[in-house]
C-alpha cells in the first residue's frame, strides 16, 4: 500500500469513480464538491485497489499557512485500522508545514481521530445551511508542525 499524490486535475475517471463511491458509502462526509475546492488528492492505493482519499489544498490556495485538508475518506471496511494516518504523517513528512483541518462538532469519532494525531481547536464556525443541516457548526483544528 503507498500513498500516490495527484493534482486534481491528473486524476482519471475511473480514480474519480472510486472516490465517489467511498464518498457514498461515508454518511459522516456531507460536502459533495469538496473536489472543486482542492488542489490535490491523496490516494491510499496499491497495485488492484484505491482504499481512501485526502482532499487538501496547499498553503498557496489557502489562506491558512501550511495544508487545508478539505476532505478524508476511507472505505468503511479499512476504517479503524490506522490507515487514516497515512495521509497525515505522508503530508507532514511532505511539506513540514502546518495541517489544518473542519471536523463537524456532531462528528465525535473524527474529533477523536484528530486529536489522537496533536490537532487542537483554533475556532468555532457555524455554516448557515451545509448540505441541508442548518446551522452547522464546526471545529477548525491545526496540528503544528515543526515549530
Known amino acids: 500500500m503507498e500513498i500516490v499524490d495527484y493534482s486534481k486535475l491528473d486524476l482519471s475517471k475511473d480514480e474519480l469513480d ?23 488528492v491523496l490516494l491510499l492505493k496499491d497495485n488492484k485497489n484505491i482504499y481512501g ?4 489544498k496547499t498553503n498557496e490556495d489557502s489562506p491558512y499557512q501550511g495544508i487545508y485538508i478539505d476532505q478524508i475518506a476511507l472505505y468503511k471496511k479499512y476504517q479503524n485500522k490506522k490507515l487514516g494516518r497515512l495521509f497525515y504523517n505522508y503530508l507532514a513528512d511532505t511539506y513540514k508545514e502546518n495541517i489544518y483541518a473542519h471536523v463537524g462538532i456532531t462528528n465525535r469519532n ?19 445551511d451545509f448540505y441541508g443541516e442548518k446551522n452547522y457548526t464546526s471545529l477548525l483544528l491545526v496540528k503544528e508542525i515543526g515549530k
Open 110 to 128: 473524527f474529533m477523536k481521530f484528530h486529536c489522537n494525531l496533536g490537532f487542537y481547536p483554533i475556532s468555532v464556525e457555524v455554516d448557515e
Open 53 to 56: 482519499y485526502c482532499m487538501y
Open 18 to 40: 472510486i472516490i465517489k463511491d467511498i464518498f457514498n458509502e461515508n454518511e459522516t462526509v456531507k460536502c459533495t464538491d469538496a473536489i472543486n475546492y482542492c488542489s490535490r
